[in-house]
């Protein structure tokens, strides 16, 4: 079941869905206090005893009213937010439209609405012969509706200012960032430690071309090692999901052969966005695009590009010496898959890189890099993770100097980095041995 879920598209967070089935919920249950209400005979209620025509001016007033602020709503949020997408990014869109508190408030008009329609064609005036029906339990259901969408109006107006706010959008990405490592390290502790055949392994091995053009979203590897394992063959997977994949790209080797219908299981989408579920990279270099967006000349805002060196260092701290995915895979105890996957280097190069080429010559943020590295280094007990952070805060060092021009600046860099070096000296002393992917 969980691999389903994982297939799929991130149905939980597409924006139609909790409106959609508000709305349904609204239709069925509308039709069905009509039912009850004119089986039972139910004329009046704590909320509601009038005439037909005051039902009728009510249901009316909470249709039009409800559908049209919603409209409202929405049009004035995107607004907002166009403004503050050419600040943070535009794919901080994407963040919003996972909100569940805007879908939320979206499902509560529109139901809002769809229950009141029902609830007003239900309504009989009289005249013409015909007698006077008054649905008073829809009525009473849609004036508490009516009462909730005035709630939901200042939460959201409250909700929409703090949600644009900075330090908002860099805690949620932050989150992002932080659980796709977190289901890295999963994957990786239930991963055993293993090696993979060299290239030469594959030399001669079977071919397999992607079928269509796409970003790779999703790969069930448990999938592809059991189909290997019941044809008696290995796998190479050289695609990793965030990959951009062209029609006719060799995608896997196999050895002696490729398992049938492999394809069946490399999920391919048009949008790169729909790929960031199962690859951390591209959260991380959305966040570090945030700190280069706030480097730039007409924002000017280095502390939240500091804001978001500390989240960054928060996130390699979870990472620690955890072992991370190897890419290995063997089904009882025979080698059936090796897939991409991705290094601690990897993922240092994609929160740091981008922020060290544009700090330019502030200083700030050449120091809050190399303080913070010197701080995750001090912690790091195995000798490759820390080599990586030492070629980080190596360039570092080296675009501080080239850039930065001020003496006393100069010499605060100078300060920083030695301590880097002093934090690391310190851990090389009681090294820990083994593979990068070692766990405790």
């Known amino acids: 079941m969980k691999t389903l879920l994982e297939r799929m598209p991130a149905w939980r967070e597409k924006f139609w869905l909790i409106p959609a089935v508000a709305?349904?919920?609204?239709?069925?249950?509308?039709?069905?206090?009509?039912?009850?209400?004119?089986?039972?005979?139910?004329?009046?209620?704590?909320?509601?005893?009038?005439?037909?025509?005051?039902?009728?001016?009510?249901?009316?007033?909470?249709?039009?009213?409800?559908?049209?602020?919603?409209?409202?709503?929405?049009?004035?949020?995107l607004t907002a937010l166009s403004g503050v997408v050419t600040v943070?990014?535009?794919?901080?869109?994407?963040?919003?439209?996972?909100?569940?508190s805007i879908q939320s408030t979206l499902a509560i008009y529109l139901a809002t609405f769809i229950f009141a329609l029902p609830s007003l064609r239900a309504v009989q005036t009289g005249g013409n012969g015909k007698e006077e029906y008054v649905p008073s339990l829809?009525?009473?259901?849609?004036?508490?509706?009516?009462?909730?969408?005035?709630?939901?109006?200042?939460?959201?107006?409250?909700?929409?200012?703090?949600?644009?706010?900075m330090s908002h959008v860099v805690h949620v990405v932050a989150e992002d960032v932080e659980d796709h490592m977190r289901r890295l390290i999963r994957r990786g502790e239930e991963e055993k430690a293993a090696k993979a055949p060299g290239p030469e392994f594959y030399v001669?091995?079977?071919?397999?071309?992607?079928?269509?053009?796409?970003?790779?979203?999703?790969?069930?590897?448990?999938a592809i090692a059991q189909a290997a394992a019941r044809e008696n063959c290995a796998v190479h997977l050289g695609v990793a999901p965030g990959d951009l994949v062209l029609e006719g790209e060799v995608i896997a080797h196999g050895v002696p052969r490729l398992p049938e219908n492999v394809e069946r299981h490399i999920v391919l989408t048009q949008y790169r966005e729909h790929a960031s579920a199962h690859d951390p990279r591209f959260t991380a270099r959305h966040l570090a695009e945030i700190a280069a967006r706030a480097l730039s000349t007409g924002v000017n805002d280095p502390y939240t590009?500091?804001?978001?060196?500390?989240?960054?260092?928060?996130?390699?701290?979870?990472?620690?010496?955890?072992?991370?995915?190897?890419?290995?895979?063997?089904?009882?105890?025979?080698?059936?898959?090796?897939?991409?996957?991705?290094?601690?280097?990897?993922?240092?190069?994609?929160?740091?890189?981008?922020?060290?080429?544009?700090?330019?010559?502030?200083?700030?943020?050449?120091?809050?890099?190399?303080d913070n590295l010197a701080k995750v280094v001090a912690l790091l007990r195995t000798a490759e993770r820390r080599s990586v952070l030492a070629d980080a805060a190596r360039a570092i060092y080296s675009d501080a100097r080239r850039q930065v021009g001020g003496e006393v600046e100069l010499k605060q860099l100078e300060s920083s980095y030695q301590h880097f070096q002093d934090n690391l000296a310190e851990r090389a002393e009681s090294e820990k041995p083994g593979e990068e992917h070692a766990a405790d």
Do not use: W
């Open 23 to 77: 709305v349904a919920v609204a239709a069925v249950n509308a039709e069905l206090l009509i039912a009850v209400g004119s089986r039972f005979r139910v004329a009046a209620t704590p909320f509601y005893d009038g005439s037909a025509d005051s039902a009728q001016g009510i249901l009316s007033a909470v249709a039009t009213s409800s559908l049209s602020l919603a409209g409202t709503l929405f049009f004035i949020t």
């Open 88 to 100: 943070m990014g535009p794919r901080l869109l994407h963040e919003f439209l996972k909100d569940r």
């Open 138 to 165: 829809n009525v009473a259901v849609t004036v508490l509706l009516a009462i909730a969408c005035v709630i939901f109006l200042i939460y959201f107006i409250v909700h929409i200012a703090q949600s644009i706010s």
């Open 204 to 222: 001669d091995a079977e071919k397999r071309r992607s079928s269509g053009t796409g970003y790779l979203k999703f790969v069930d590897y448990d």
């Open 305 to 370: 590009v500091i804001d978001i060196i500390d989240r960054f260092t928060q996130i390699l701290t979870v990472i620690g010496d955890k072992r991370l995915p190897q890419g290995i895979v063997h089904v009882n105890g025979e080698f059936r898959l090796d897939y991409q996957t991705f290094s601690y280097e990897e993922i240092v190069e994609a929160m740091f890189a981008q922020i060290r080429r544009d700090a330019a010559d502030n200083a700030e943020i050449y120091l809050s890099l190399l």
